[in-house]
């Protein structure tokens, strides 16, 4: 079965940091981009950072400087670091991969939640 599977969401206080996995399984040939989005209730989904097969970041203007996203192509898993984490980082984060002709593939979200 081809999936992606996040991991490694919470609850963390104002300030903390978190590390995010999405690791890509089944028969898949090529990744091209990799992403993570997110989205808070009520509020449409959005990118939070994205990633190519070479390195090459993007993120969104609201998480520079706070977050870094980086891929392993060996074990084919992206991770997202997170640092200084606001109230507003508050959302379920899913992971997206490109596939090219295959498509897009999503994860089933991970949800993180800043709170004191």
């Known amino acids: 079965q081809v999936q992606l599977v996040e991991s490694g969401g919470g609850l963390v206080q104002p300030g903390g940091s978190l590390r995010l996995s999405c690791a890509a399984s089944?028969?898949?040939?090529?990744?091209?981009?990799m992403g993570w989005y997110r989205q808070a209730p009520g509020k449409q989904r959005e990118l939070v950072a994205l990633?190519?097969?070479?390195?090459?970041?993007r993120y969104a203007d609201s998480v520079k400087g706070r977050v870094t996203i980086s891929r392993d192509n060996a074990k084919r898993t992206a991770y997202l670091q997170m640092n200084s984490l606001k109230p507003e980082d508050t959302a379920v984060y899913y992971c997206?991969?490109?596939?090219?002709?295959?498509?897009?593939?999503w994860g089933q979200g991970t949800q993180v939640t800043v709170s004191s």
């Open positions: 990633i190519s097969s070479s390195g090459t970041t």
């Open positions: 997206n991969a490109d596939r090219g002709l295959m498509g897009f593939l």
């Open positions: 089944g028969r898949i040939f090529s990744i091209n981009d």
